[in-house]
């Protein structure tokens, strides 16, 4: 389905503590391998390493990151939502991904283990994933 494409990996970056973003970068690294793995496509995932450099709490840098993922986004023929919780920045990622005509997946490996399912538009998931700002 994904072998070869490029896929930008979508999961939250932004939490109320340094050691929450930590943890969420280290996140991202383990889908960019799964999604990997899984899938047999190219994975990235701007927010897997940029807030070594960008700090996410300081406006002018959060606007360079997202400009920055939106690059990544370009470059890539599909967006993974992964998980089950949509932040503010990932919901941006995942309008823009509509808008440019990207094909959508989501994948959760706590609801449904090893399944990837399109996303045609919000209804298809709304139900199932907490939307938080």
């Known amino acids: 389905m994904l072998q070869g494409k490029k896929a930008y990996i979508c999961s939250p970056l932004s ?7 930590q943890h969420n970068m280290e996140l991202a690294k383990y889908y ?5 793995r899984l899938y047999h496509c190219r994975t990235f995932a701007s927010h897997a390493h940029l807030p070594l450099m960008l700090d996410d709490r300081i ?3 959060r606007e360079t ?16 939502i992964c998980g089950s919780h ?9 309008q823009t991904a509509f808008v440019k005509g990207k094909d959508i997946y989501w994948y959760d490996s706590k609801m449904k283990p090893g399944e990837l399912m399109k996303v045609e538009n919000w209804r298809d998931i ?8």
Not at 32 to 36: A, G, P, R, S, T
Not at 86 to 94: A, C, K, L, V, Y
Not at 126 to 133: A, L, N, P, R
């Open 15 to 21: 939490a109320p503590n340094p050691e929450g973003v």
């Open 32 to 36: 960019l391998m799964q999604m990997k």
């Open 59 to 61: 406006p002018e840098e």
């Open 65 to 80: 990151a997202m400009q920055i993922a939106v690059l990544m986004l370009d470059l890539c023929e599909v967006l993974i």
């Open 86 to 94: 949509i932040s503010e920045g990932m919901r941006s990622e995942i």
């Open 126 to 133: 709304d139900d199932e994933v907490q939307i938080y700002t």
